[in-house]
């Protein structure tokens, strides 16, 4: 089951521009992490953030949370052409499984 | 190094044959994970394991198998009852099993078309 929709599917800025993805999800989380994909690769963790966190920043990157509206940003600022890649929203769900849910991910295209 | 390694990168399987994925990782961890992912969409969980010698169903485990013997080791079989197995298969780690605020660990993947 997917629980994470994320939006826009796609999108493409010049270097130097912010660029900010969204997730939204349906049932109660313990946290939600950001991944990033290179084509063909496997996924890096970015950030990780508890319910119970609003804001949280690391670096170029600043993720919000919102429980209330089941919904998170991903923003990063000042974008560089090393950033393009596909960036997924993942949800831990109640209960300690160490399960994740994925989106269906935001593909970035950032022209240098 | 430390990290997750899967082979082979590319598998090519004639229909009706079962082939196997490797995923081994030296990271000391718990708990390994089997994704698939299809064109341009996100991650579906096929089997996980939380500890050694366990492991459990994930969403789309039909046609597929998992051993866990070895700690560091998590195979993946695609079996000729998976119907549509041409996919980007990941496998993952996370320090523990029982914990929802582990991150995950990526192999690099491996790629498997049925001719």
């Known amino acids: 089951s997917q629980q994470g929709e994320e939006d826009p599917q796609a999108l493409s800025i010049q270097e130097g521009e912010n660029a900010t993805m969204n997730c939204s999800y349906k049932?109660?989380?313990?946290?939600l992490q950001w991944y990033r994909q290179n084509s063909g690769r496997g996924l890096v963790h970015l950030i990780l953030i508890r319910s119970n966190e609003r804001e949280k920043h690391s670096g170029r990157l600043r993720v919000t949370l919102d429980t209330s509206k089941k919904s998170s940003s991903l923003l990063i600022t000042a974008s560089r052409a090393a950033d393009t890649a596909s960036y997924f929203c993942a949800t831990a769900t109640s209960g300690n499984t160490g399960k994740l849910i994925f989106g269906q991910g935001t593909t970035l295209q950032v022209k240098p | 190094d430390g990290g997750i390694t899967q082979s082979p990168k590319y598998l090519f399987r004639k229909e009706g044959q079962n082939v196997t994925l490797s995923c081994e990782q030296n990271?000391?961890?718990?708990?390994m994970y089997w994704y698939r992912q299809d064109p341009g969409q996100g991650l579906r969980l096929i089997y996980y394991s939380q500890i050694v010698n366990d492991f459990q169903k994930g969403d789309i485990a039909e046609g597929y198998s998992v051993s866990r013997e070895k700690k560091e080791s998590f195979p993946l079989t695609v079996t000729s009852a998976q119907k549509n197995p041409t996919a980007f298969y990941l496998c993952a780690s996370s320090p523990t099993g029982g914990s929802a605020y582990n991150e995950q660990f990526f192999g690099p993947g491996t790629r498997l078309t049925v001719l």
């Open positions: 990271l000391n961890h718990d708990a």
């Open positions: 049932t109660s989380i313990n946290n």
